[in-house]
């Protein structure tokens, strides 16, 4: 079975860092891009960010550019976000998601984990 | 690329033919995938490539279009079905998701 845990979310004060991380099991990890989601209070998702399985291509949403950093550590499967200088605007559920693809720009998230909340809050 | 979900919410009886749409903001093929969420749980991926029904996803689910212009569609209207449902496109590797369409029960 294909799982995703997440972890790492908190409350922090704005300025701050946090790293989230998210351990994939039940799948061959080098294989697949990987992403992560957020979805702040009461509000839709918003992609933040997308590494490949190789880990040599990384994309990033306009509003996260500059301050986030996604990585992964094929050793323990898992996939990184380092966010620096958190906003208020940052607070939200983040969700790490494994994408599939098909020929062609075809990408989607197949499997989701359960997300870890993020409070960005003085 | 922007997605335009409408209605951003609808309110339906059981047995109901429900239908939601997706418009781009550009042409992108048939690069979207439908999501549903229900309250407290993570987003579950129902349909992939505007067409194509995620294994294990009840068939009165289907999806359809291309271009600009997107259709998922519940045939018959299950009280498991209220949720919020989201399109996304990978037309572009600055994927993003439409703002939403949250269904209920009459």
């Known amino acids: 079975e294909v799982q995703l845990l997440e972890s790492g979310g908190g409350m922090v004060q704005p300025g701050g860092s946090l790293r989230l991380s998210c351990v994939s099991s039940g799948f061959i990890f080098n294989n697949y891009g990987m992403s992560w989601v957020r979805q702040a209070p009461g509000k839709g998702l918003e992609w933040v960010s997308y590494?490949?399985?190789?880990?040599?291509?990384?994309y990033y949403a306009d509003s996260v550019k500059g301050r986030f950093a996604i990585s992964r550590d094929k050793s323990k499967s898992t996939v990184y976000l380092q966010i620096n200088n958190l906003r208020a605007g940052d607070t939200a559920v983040y969700y790490c998601?494994?994408?599939?693809?098909?020929?062609?720009?075809?990408?989607?998230?197949?499997?989701w984990g359960q997300g870890t909340l993020v409070t960005v809050s003085s | 690329i922007q997605l335009t979900q409408s209605p951003s919410s609808l309110s339906a009886s059981v047995g109901d033919r429900v239908t939601i749409t997706c418009r781009a903001s550009q042409t992108i093929s048939n690069y979207v995938n439908w999501y549903q969420q229900k309250p407290g749980n993570a987003p579950k991926l129902l349909i992939y490539?505007?067409?194509t029904l995620q294994g294990g996803v009840p068939s009165r689910f289907s999806g359809s279009g291309s271009g600009s212009d997107f259709t998922l569609t519940i045939s018959s209207l299950q009280p498991e079905d209220v949720a919020t449902y989201y399109c996304?496109?990978?037309?572009?590797?600055?994927?993003?998701f439409g703002q939403g369409t949250k269904v209920d029960i009459k």
């Open positions: 998601a494994k994408n599939e693809a098909a020929p062609g720009h075809h990408n989607w998230f197949d499997t």
């Open positions: 590494i490949s399985g190789s880990g040599g291509s990384t």
């Open positions: 996304q496109q990978s037309y572009i590797n600055l994927y993003t």
């Open positions: 490539s505007a067409s």
